[in-house]
């Protein structure tokens, strides 16, 4: 009977045993899950950056193409200086193209 009792008394050491085991599983699976969808979200808001970053180049490229294009066609008029001469429009002309370059 004292065996019995033994046995009995490890038996339930081993139910305890088991039970904070289970629990403890289910602790790290939660807390597994928990990472994956924060990981998840953090991945997701990563791209996001990515595509925002690459569309903001992209921006930028087409941006400095028009002011490139401005700029050259600005170049080419101060160098054309619409025909300027020195003859007696030559005035006239000056004061237009000092108005298209903006100055």
């Not at 009792?5 to 699976?29: N, Y």
């Not at 925002?52 to 080419?76: H, N, Y």
């Amino acid at each position: 009977e004292e065996t019995k009792k033994s046995m009995e008394r490890k038996f339930g050491i081993v139910k305890e045993l088991k039970a904070d085991f289970v629990a403890t599983e289910k602790e790290l699976k939660t807390t597994i899950g928990e990472l994956e969808n924060r990981y998840g979200v953090e991945t997701q808001l990563k791209a996001q950056l990515v595509e925002t970053k690459e569309e903001l180049g992209s921006t930028k490229k087409k941006l400095d193409k028009s002011f490139g294009i401005v700029r050259s066609l600005k170049a080419k008029l101060s160098k054309k200086k619409l025909g300027m001469g020195r003859g007696p429009n030559a005035r006239a002309k000056k004061g237009k193209l000092n108005q298209i370059n903006g100055r």
